[in-house]
């Protein structure tokens, strides 16, 4: 995988069961995004904020393959990748120590805030997606 992210399972991330709530697995894999995009010199607040351009999430889906509960040490593998000229999509595998306990997928497109049409990828997310790849390619072959 290319980027990772540790994160602890907290309480305020399960519900009544005592498990982490379906809905918080797509909340820790968007810390996990923007840990990447910052890691990659992008300011997550013009990021974020820019009035210009936006990309919001058009697909989002989480396979739950074991529980995650309280205190467990999570290690999130991100791999985002473009998918189009005006799109990209980012792939998660969720562990506890070396079990995947959970797999998602986001996938994002790119558009102009005002006309909210779509449009080719901001040179940054283009460099993030490239640097991203590289760094996957290179883990593969070691």
Known sequence: MSFTYNRTVRFQDTDAAGVVYFANVLVICHEAYEESLEASSINLKNFFTNPSVGFP?????????????????????????????????????????????????????CIDASSRSKQELADEIIQWLETNRRDAERRRLR
């Open 57 to 109: 999430i058009v697909h989002a889906s989480v396979d739950f393959l074991r529980p995650m509960f309280v205190g467990d040490k999570l290690l999130i593998s991100l791999i985002p990748q473009k998918i189009g000229v005006e799109k990209f999509e980012v792939t998660y595998e969720i562990s506890v120590g070396e079990v995947v306990v959970a797999k998602a997928i986001t996938r994002h497109v």
